[in-house]
């Protein structure tokens, strides 16, 4: 129990903690991005302002011309080696192509000044991947205020994507890394946060186990006192014999009360490998079926069992694994109106499997998820006449837990229940 929520305090501070580290490292490599392609731009924008200045403006033949002879890339100069420019174009004030190096266009011009990333096949010799992504440059360029055409030039984003995989790369290896320290910090955290509540669980389950051993002494001697009253007082009709059978009665079930705390309270957690021990449990379930078929009969119930022919052995405290199952059992006819059915049904898949339904009353689904806790009841009248106390189911969840198993319900109000034990074979 401790454990479980151990475990869910730390899965949760390490999700929440999980979840704060992805939206900083997200807006980490945001900004990064930014900064990357800031420095594409600055850089796209450098090398068009110095292509820009070398295109002349000049008179030619009574008109003003636009001249691209001594234009890098443009002009009838071999590129640089080291140019990282993929393709310069010149269009003339009107938009119209004029000039080009590298590929020709396939779209119209956009006659503003832009930044734009495009995405095209890959015609580089220096990447292997079939698509690369650009970041063109769109420069309206003038000269004395006058509009005389645009440039248009293209690089590679290559250089900063490989930097902004690296930076990714690494993001995701520290954030594994905070996380799994932070799941680390969340157990110990989980753990210190359980101190104190396992503490008052502890004081809690010692008062009652003292209490309730206390409570046994004198018990026993107003059980022992009214029996022996009985016996002298031979008049069953006297009010005398009728109150001490009263007591006696009372006494029995006080003790049985006190009994079931005493379990509750000293059965703590899993069960000590030297109190199991191989147990048959088509015998055990024979068993219980015998021990119950008076009963049973009384009630005008039909008993029916499934139980497989190859034996199922486990190591269990076959007591215990007996108690759990008479529980389920005895609730059963106990919620199930004369002329009903009990099934019980054992089988094995990668766990063993009991399991013991009835077409009794039901649980109303509100009630379901309580059954299990101490001292409840669906319908108190009816279940305290019945003499119960609202323990038995928390007791057998308890002795199959301590197994390592699992119980579980399924219940429909007016349809019957069915509790399932599940256990591990090992
Ligand atoms: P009790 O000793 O009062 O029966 P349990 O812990 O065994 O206490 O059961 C808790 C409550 O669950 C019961 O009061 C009863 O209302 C309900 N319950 C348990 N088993 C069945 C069943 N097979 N059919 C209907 N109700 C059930």
Request: net charge positive.
């Amino acid at each position: 129990m401790f454990n479980r929520s151990r475990r869910n305090l730390a899965r949760w501070f390490t999700l929440s903690m999980g979840g704060i580290l992805a939206v900083f490292a997200g807006t980490l490599y945001y900004q990064e991005a930014i900064e990357q392609l800031e420095v594409i731009d600055l850089l796209l924008y450098k090398k068009a302002r110095v292509i820009a200045g070398n295109v002349q403006y000049k008179m030619h033949q009574g008109q003003m011309r636009v001249f691209l002879k001594n234009v890098p890339l443009l002009g009838s100069n071999p590129p640089p080696p080291d140019s990282e420019v993929i393709y310069a174009r010149w269009y003339d004030a009107k938009g119209k192509l004029k000039q080009f190096f590298g590929v020709p266009p396939q779209e119209h011009l956009s006659k503003t000044f832009e930044f734009q990333t495009i995405k095209t096949t890959n015609y580089l010799s220096f990447s292997s991947s079939p698509v690369i992504w650009l970041r063109q440059i769109t420069l309206p360029v003038q000269y004395k205020g006058h509009l005389i055409g645009y440039l248009q030039m293209a690089m590679p984003m290559t250089r900063a994507q490989e930097s902004l995989s690296k930076f990714l790369l690494l993001l995701v290896l520290t954030v594994l890394i905070a996380l799994g320290v932070t799941s680390l910090a969340g157990w110990f955290l989980g753990g210190l946060a359980m101190q104190p509540i396992r503490y008052s669980y502890e004081q809690l389950q010692r008062f009652t186990a003292n209490a309730s051993h206390e409570l046994r002494a004198p018990l026993a001697a107003i059980l022992s006192n009214a029996q022996v009253g009985l016996l002298t007082n031979i008049d069953n009709s006297s009010s005398k014999h009728l109150r001490l059978e009263k007591i006696a009665e009372v006494s029995k079930s006080m003790n049985t009360l006190i009994g079931n705390l005493l379990f509750l309270a000293r059965q703590v957690g899993r069960l000590a490998p030297e109190s199991l021990h191989e147990t048959d449990l088509n015998d055990l379930l024979r068993e219980l079926i015998s021990s119950q078929s008076t009963r049973i009969a009384a009630q005008h119930l039909d008993l029916k069992s499934d139980l497989p022919k190859q034996p199922i052995v486990l190591k269990a405290d076959s007591e215990l694994l007996y108690l759990a199952v008479m529980n389920l059992l005895s609730n059963a006819c106990k919620y199930t109106p004369a002329g009903g059915l009990v099934n019980l049904r054992l089988f094995k898949y990668h766990r063993v499997v009991i399991q013991i339904e009835d077409n009794g009353i039901g649980i109303p689904a509100a009630d379901l998820p309580h059954i299990f806790e101490r001292f409840y009841r669906v319908d108190k009248q009816r279940t305290r006449a019945a003499g119960g106390f609202g323990l038995g189911l928390a007791i057998a969840q308890q002795i199959i837990e301590a197994h390592g198993g699992h119980l579980s319900v399924k219940s429909e109000l007016g349809q019957g229940s069915l509790f399932q034990i599940e256990l591990p074979l090992n």
